[in-house]
């Protein structure tokens, strides 16, 4: 167990919906990641936060937003839901500073998939 | 081309087996290298990172990295079927934390 959360475990959808994923990161740590998991295109980095505040962005399509909340929880939404968007959604988080390495632990996921 | 390209297998080895598994990257400013291991249904951990080129042991595990050749390498060595999952590589982009993953080579390790 990673200490990460994420919520829900899965996901069924239709077209055109939007869906709210969430996540708690490890006590302690500042820095959350979002990152979309598909079969073939592998693991992309889709955005991260650091205490609220956005620092790298990925290959994130416009119609997903997501915000860091002040307890360090963080949400991803996505709109307009397409059957491309069926994926498994990973949330890790870190601590520390840019810089040097800081281990990013991954939380169990959230598999979406849009009908 | 993909920045970090990595064989997708699957890999099939019997149990006790040296494996080699590999990535090649394009930029040479990636900093620091992982792998992640991910087993079915789960979220990836971390089983080594390097910054150097050179060689890194933990254990049944070795990491290697060539920056000359932009080339890195997980051998694992007396491969056991809890080994058997997918092995994914990672760089760090400097002065972000942005990582970039290759796509996972599976790897299935027979008894």
């Known amino acids: 167990d990673s200490g990460v959360t994420q919520t829900p475990k899965h996901l069924i959808t239709a077209t055109g919906q939007r869906v709210t994923l969430r996540c708690s990161p490890r006590?302690?740590?500042?820095?959350v990641y979002w990152y979309q998991q598909s079969l073939d295109q592998g693991l992309q980095f889709l955005i991260q936060?650091?205490?609220?505040?956005?620092?790298a962005k990925g290959n994130i399509l416009e119609r997903f937003s997501a915000q860091q909340f002040p307890d360090l929880h963080s949400e991803l939404n996505l709109s307009s839901l397409e059957l491309g968007d069926s994926a498994l959604y990973f949330c890790?988080?870190?601590?520390?500073?840019?810089?040097?390495?800081?281990?990013?632990?991954f939380g169990p996921g959230t598999r979406l998939t849009v009908l | 081309q993909k920045e970090v390209e990595q064989d997708p297998g699957p890999l099939s080895v019997p149990e006790g087996a040296i494996v080699s598994l590999n990535c090649t990257y394009s930029?040479?400013?990636?900093?620091?290298f992982m792998w992640y291991r991910q087993y079915s249904r789960k979220g990836p951990e971390l089983l080594m990172y390097?910054?150097?080129?050179g060689n890194k042991e933990d254990g049944r595990f070795t990491a290697q990295v060539d920056k000359s050749s932009k080339y890195i390498s997980l051998f694992i060595r007396d491969s056991q079927p809890s080994d058997s999952a997918t092995y994914l590589c990672?760089?760090?982009?400097?002065?972000?934390?942005?990582?970039?993953f290759g796509t996972g080579t599976r790897l299935k390790v027979l008894a």
């Open positions: 890790a988080s870190s601590g520390g500073l840019a810089g040097g390495h800081n281990e990013q632990f």
């Open positions: 006590s302690g740590d500042l820095s």
């Open positions: 936060y650091y205490n609220g505040e956005e620092r």
């Open positions: 930029n040479s400013a990636f900093q620091y």
């Open positions: 390097t910054y150097s080129s």
């Open positions: 990672a760089m760090s982009v400097p002065g972000t934390y942005k990582y970039i």
